[in-house]
């Protein structure tokens, strides 16, 4: 792949940081996003106030990708907190499409970030790229979200819904917030266990990103999942056995997850996201780790 010019948003995040790290690498100019009003001379600016964003005309992207939006699990979900979970991703993307649908030297592609909570709670029935969207909070989020790529989809930008699932990574994350528990013993299945997640290791997701990048015929939903979902129990067993550690702890009972996190801990923690992906088929992509032990051995090593 040539050198490209690549725009980041959220490239302080998980996913962002680990991105720019590898593009870099492989001697393409990346560029972040910058989301202070302070910083008025940054090249590429997003000013929340006015709900605009700025791109340097002199500097011609090939691509943009959409990663930032408020962490949805860093506080108890009270109307003030889903409004901002909903505008921080919402505002930025059709700010953003519109800067770069108006700009001089269009991208070729952009990627945004999205989420498998587009499905919904999935019960225990498997669901794809072709599955409808969901009723809850999380489905309309993901929903708005990606209708916010409309001005760029209009301007003939190629575009790629990136719905992710669980990323695996010990920097952060769920798995870096149960690694602590677990090594001093307090592991354990969070209610019955028996609900479904979805995960993809971090070097899958970066390896994804890049054949998004590459391939001209790649557009719209994709899901960022590996391998089969995983039960909560499933997962917390295969975390215990790659640290050698118990993973019997009776304590996040499913009442005290309601009681504690209310509708977040609900959907969140106790909800399904059973969800596989048919476009990976399609587009030739064959995920590094499909196993939840090989991955999480890889990632913990």
Same mark, same amino acid.
Not at 31 to 38: E, G, K, V
Not at 140 to 147: I, L, R, S, T
Not at 270 to 282: D, F, K, M
């Given at each position: 792949m040539d050198s490209l010019?690549?725009?980041?948003?959220?490239a302080a995040g998980l996913?962002?940081?680990?991105?720019?790290?590898?593009?870099?690498?492989?001697?393409?100019?990346?560029?972040?996003?910058?989301?202070?009003?302070?910083?008025?001379?940054?090249?590429f600016r997003y000013s929340a106030q006015k709900r605009e964003v700025r791109l340097d005309p002199d500097i011609?992207?090939?691509?943009?990708?959409?990663?930032?939006?408020?962490?949805?699990?860093?506080?108890?979900?009270?109307?003030?907190?889903?409004?901002?979970?909903?505008d921080s991703r919402v505002e930025l993307t059709q700010a953003l499409t519109e800067a770069m649908a108006a700009s001089a030297h269009k991208p070729r592609v952009f990627l945004s970030a999205t989420a498998?909570?587009?499905?919904?709670?999935?019960?225990?029935?498997?669901?794809?790229?072709?599955?409808?969207?969901g009723a809850d909070f999380l489905a309309?989020?993901?929903?708005?979200?990606?209708?916010a790529c409309e001005p760029a989809l209009a301007a003939g930008i190629r575009t790629v819904n990136m719905r992710f699932g669980v990323v695996l990574s010990r920097d952060g994350g769920v798995l870096k917030e149960m690694l602590l528990p677990f090594k001093l013993g307090g592991g354990g299945k969070l209610g019955d266990g028996s609900q479904y997640m979805s995960w993809i290791a971090l070097n899958d997701v970066i390896s994804l990103v890049?054949?998004?990048?590459?391939?001209?015929?790649?557009?719209?939903?994709?899901? /960022?999942?590996?391998?089969?979902?995983?039960?909560?129990?499933?997962?917390?067993r295969a975390l215990g056995k790659v640290l050698r550690r118990p993973a019997f702890?009776? /304590?996040l009972r499913a009442w005290l997850i309601r009681l504690v996190f209310g509708e977040m801990g609900e959907t969140l923690l106790?909800?399904?996201?059973?969800?596989?992906?048919?476009?990976?088929?399609?587009?030739?992509?064959?995920?590094?780790?499909?196993?939840?032990?090989?991955?999480?051995?890889?990632?913990?090593?």
């Open positions: 010019n690549v725009l980041i948003s959220g996913i962002g940081g680990a991105l720019r790290k590898h593009l870099e690498s492989r001697g393409h100019r990346v560029f972040a996003l910058a989301r202070s009003d302070a910083d008025a001379d940054a090249s011609a992207l090939d691509a943009v990708i959409n990663l930032a939006g408020a962490n949805i699990s860093a506080s108890r979900w009270s109307d003030s907190y889903k409004r901002l979970i909903m498998i909570g587009y499905y919904g709670d999935t019960g225990t029935e498997t669901v794809d790229e072709s599955s409808p969207r309309d989020v993901a929903g708005n979200w990606e209708a890049e054949l998004c990048l590459r391939d001209d015929n790649i557009s719209g939903p994709i899901n /960022f999942v590996s391998g089969q979902p995983s039960t909560n129990a499933e997962f917390t702890s009776p /304590f106790l909800g399904n996201n059973r969800v596989i992906s048919r476009r990976h088929g399609e587009i030739g992509f064959q995920p590094e780790y499909s196993d939840l032990t090989e991955a999480l051995t890889a990632e913990l090593s």
